[in-house]
């Protein structure tokens, strides 16, 4: 009975174990069954007797006349198709959108569709099946693009601008549709560049842009530039930075990253633009959004020569800009000029595309993706599209939005007057049209955005460190290298893609993988224990 006993005293400590043991099952069950949605599939008819409410979030800078246009194309499109009601979530940022549908994903709530950029979509493909892929959507004869029972013109594949559409595809699929295009504009003081003694040339290079700076630094003995008159003047202003060092490293034709995700960014070409930003930050010359504020703000007062934004921001560009957030008596009268961004060699321009993209996300009910697919494609109309365009510094993703009468009259009335055809916005447009074949993009993978913010923030941290007075010498350029990598983990996106590429190891376990191998390592070392303890006691007890 003794022994028995003892049998039972130990099979109660063998307790801890079986139920590590248990839970180790259940980890792993969990994890199984949480294999996300099954793809989407078309369905065969769309069931119009059926109701369904779906969410579009969107983003819209706080313009009242782009919160009027979605609202109208969702009643236009509630009129086609009764059995949809569409709710409209507004965003003043992209990064917003971006953080709430990261949020969502885990409880399951992203919405349907969603205006978005590749960057961004690349991070949402780490569900499974979570963002619909569209080639075979685009092609479905009754639903796709130019589909038979679609209710409204819906435009072809082809008539989809093709560089715009190439935008959307990440890795073998296209999971998006270009909503908007645009790309980045000089916006240039001309009056005082002529004051100053120089010329715009045909294509604006860094050099000039450089030296008519430096040279705008004059002043007088009173402390006051003499190109203005003022006691501040910060000659060349660049809002976003990453792009600024995304382009200047495509025009050299130096490294940036990989298609699979491998950073080349940090590179010789990368410290020689970094030590000339950090120059000409030194003297004053340059400056950045970060550091000093909107561009627009000190070009509009007379205090910047060269400004460089999106051409999505040009109605906040000039004298007259309808948009403007300094009171009207800190206007000054000047000419501007809306250029290219500069150049390392003018004959072969390379400028960057960017703009909005809508991607549709999965759902268990096919006839609610479908619902949110025939959405989405009527942003694609003419009216939707011409509509939007005439907001801001935008053009049309589609051929026949840009051939049509509507919106070749709208750019024919350049200056007409100073809000819908306002000059500065129509000229920013113009160029854009005029460059599409010198536009480009950057790879998109899961991390793009990161490698993207570390980019801007090299020059960042360089004009900074500029201004304090540090020295720019071989260990300050390898720290800022190391500790930009850490601070956007881009260390563990090199080798990932080295895993991708087959030059290294796959890359480092996920996060759950590496809990899930731990467990099971304690689970199995707990038993081993106990069977070696077991055995001594029954060696013992014999």
Known sequence: MKRKNN??????????????????????????????????????????????EITFWAKNDTNKTQTAIYEKAIDDFEKLYPNIKVNLRLYT??????????????????????????DHIATYLSGVNLVVPLEEVFEDEKYGLGGSEV????????????????????????YAIPYMRSTEACYINKTYV???????????????????????????ADGNFRVNGQKVLIPFIYKSTDNMMIQQLRQKEAGYSTAEGEVLLFNDITEELLRTAAKHGETGAFST??????????????????????????????????????????????????????QFDPEHPQMISQGPSVCIFNKEDSGEVLAAWLFAQYLLTDEVQIAYAETEGYIPVTLGAQESETYQNYLAACGEDNNVHYAVKIKAVEMLLAHIDDTFTT????????????????????????????????????????????????????????????????????????????????????????????????????
């Open 7 to 52: 049998r039972k005293k130990m099979s109660g400590k063998c307790v801890p174990a079986i139920v590590l043991i248990l839970c180790v099952i259940f980890f792993l069950t969990g994890c199984h069954g949480k294999k996300g949605l099954p793809p989407f599939a078309m369905p065969e008819e769309f069931d119009t007797s059926v109701n369904y």
């Open 93 to 118: 940022d992209y990064g917003k959108i971006y953080n709430d549908v990261i949020t969502n994903i885990a409880t399951g709530t992203t919405p349907n569709v969603c205006i978005t950029y590749p």
């Open 151 to 174: 209710r409204f013109d819906s435009p072809a594949t082809e008539e989809i601008v093709p560089q715009f559409l190439k935008e959307c595809i990440i890795g073998d699929h296209c």
């Open 194 to 220: 002529e004051a100053l003694g120089y010329t715009l040339p045909d294509m604006l290079t860094w050099d000039f842009v450089w030296e008519v700076s430096e040279a705008a630094m004059a002043q007088d």
């Open 289 to 342: 959004f970060k550091i000093s504020s909107y561009p627009a703000n000190f070009l509009n007062a007379g205090q910047c020569i060269f400004a460089v934004d999106s051409t999505a921001g040009a109605t906040w560009m000039g004298t007259d800009a309808p948009l403007c957030d300094i009171s009207a008596d800190k206007i000054v009268e000047f000419e501007t000029a809306v250029m290219p961004v500069p």
């Open 443 to 542: 790879p998109v993978f899961n991390g793009s955005t990161s490698l993207r913010d570390a980019a801007g923030q090299l020059i960042e941290s360089s004009v900074k460190s500029a201004r304090r007075g540090e020295t720019m010498d071989e260990a300050y350029v390898e720290t800022l290298y190391r500790d930009t990598a850490s601070l956007y983990h881009l260390d563990q996106l090199s080798r990932q893609a080295a895993g991708a590429s087959g030059k290294n190891d796959l890359g480092p376990l996920p996060k759950t993988a590496v809990a899930l191998l731990c467990t099971l390592a304690a689970a199995w070392g707990l038993i081993a224990l106990y069977v070696i303890f077991n055995r001594r006691r029954e060696k013992k007890r014999s």
